[in-house]
């Protein structure tokens, strides 16, 4: 697909919202005018949050672009989020005020695929607080995985933290081999037992989880377990690669924090396939307006 | 130990709370006189409704004993309650302006153990919406499990159906065979795809997910995925029993509404060691706060 969108005066608003953070570009032409960025954005874990973390993204983004806040309600804006492929979140997400003068909404995975391939047809992974893959060729669309903390996002951030956790839990409480993986977690947490584990961790986000996955990888290469856990984790990743790749999409990249830390542990014909992301999630989802416009 | 408590005048509450409901008991003399039961009451998942539920039963259990609510100033109550191990939790339930002239807080664990024991030395697991083991020998207390759901509950009711969503949403991803078990989740939430599983199921309580256990377990005995998953949990559970067994406790019971349902998926060693519990969690209560009178 070729973007033919030609007003060069337009204002264009991209949002990617995430787990962990939120991040917003004005455009216009074939320019950046400004960027802005904020924290977590999942509807999924509470949609006023993101509503705030996107107004605080796109105002900060303004003031980059040395725009007034009142100029937001000249532009067009492209929103990629994390569950809006749940119906009842895209409904509430639609029904916000907004401060845009139009505003198209779509999944996270949408607009990172449109991003990276910059407009263009592919097939992409997300792996950063959670775990997705997508892919966009011809007619047909794949959405694998991103089910969320819990029920998936398996090779994760989140999901490594929590795994580490719950497998040095299981090791603390003498039902398996005691490693250095307890003690990576003593350290990191600065507590001594089991329950100072929990304590930390108990009824928290899956953002807090994930900050524990560059430790894990860390220690995946010397300790047993949590080389298990890092192998089982790339293990799905591929997986979910081979499903996508089975579409023969013309470009596949992998994003995300964790996509260049989990790369060496992926097999040879999935690396063999990755090529760079060409363009951000964000300039992904003014695309994505442009595209919602012309049709 | 035996109790010589011999006050028969003296009014004694027993609270027992967990993640599903909150049961109360008021005892006298040595009769029960009244009871009561109310909603979740897990501080983990929540400080304020654990005090709206305790106060909801044990408001019944005045009901039902023929007690003014005015009474609830003159008892002492004993009050058993999960995550309570955790110190910043058993700091907010002890600072709670509660109704009873007096307030002893333990584990759900402790209050279950001594009341399956009928005050006694004795293990117990109890596997409900949460999984967990306890056992107080002569001066050895020993506690395993019992982390929370995501980070351990293994062989719980809400592990068995958080296993079982995920299984199924791999399986409709593509990534693993399609078994009975989709079907199985199809029906119980009323949807035709994996969509509806993660909107039924993003960002529910433990509670929510424990309510698909018992079909998990039903499915165990034709579907192998549901089997796979009730095996790893009661291989866990039988883990667990054998390590509370090492203690040589007297009397070993299983508690909790998946004790029986899990029962014929144990171990012959871990089966033969199980006798009844003698008493409920709840009465279990009203002993620890008698025995901490006494001490």
């Known amino acids: ?42 509807p999924l874990h509470g949609i006023q949050q993101t509503f705030t973390s996107m107004t605080q993204a796109v105002q900060l983004a303004a003031v980059n672009a040395e725009l007034p806040t009142e100029a937001l309600s000249q ?8 569950g809006v492929n749940l119906n009842k979140l895209k ?9 845009f003068a139009q505003m198209f909404v779509t999944t996270d995975l949408h607009t990172a695929c449109i991003g990276a391939h910059q407009g263009g047809d592919g097939a992409v992974i997300i792996t950063g607080t959670g775990s997705c893959g997508y892919a966009h060729v011809g007619d047909k669309n794949l959405l694998i995985g991103g089910h969320g903390f819990g029920l998936g996002d398996k090779g994760s951030g989140a999901w490594l933290g929590q795994q580490a956790a719950a497998k040095a839990l299981l090791a603390l ?19 001594s037992d089991a329950m100072g584990i929990v304590e930390n961790l108990a009824g928290e986000t899956s953002s807090h989880y994930a900050k524990l996955a560059r430790y894990v990888l860390q220690a995946a290469n010397d300790d047993e377990v949590a080389n298990n856990i ?26 995300g924090g964790l996509a260049e830390p989990l790369k060496p542990w992926l097999a040879d014909d999935v690396i063999k396939q990755l090529k760079p992301a060409i363009n951000s999630p964000e300039m992904g989802a003014v695309y994505y307006a442009q595209q919602q416009l012309l049709n």
Request: charged share 15%; with cysteine.
């Open 91 to 99: 409904q509430q997400v639609e029904a916000w005020q907004h401060p």
């Open 1 to 42: 697909m070729t973007l033919t969108y030609t007003n060069s005066e337009q204002l264009f608003i991209g949002i990617d919202g995430g787990g962990s953070k939120c991040k917003a570009v004005i455009y216009a032409g074939n320019k950046i005018l400004g960027e802005g960025l904020s924290g977590r954005a999942n």
């Open 75 to 82: 532009t067009i804006a492209g929103v990629g989020l994390a």
């Open 173 to 191: 409480d003498g039902l398996a081999a005691e490693t250095e993986l307890c003690q990576l977690l003593f350290d990191y947490f600065e507590v």
């Open 230 to 255: 890092v192998t089982e984790g790339a293990s799905y990743i591929n997986d979910m690669a081979r499903q996508l790749l089975s579409l023969n999409p013309p470009r596949f990249s992998m994003i």
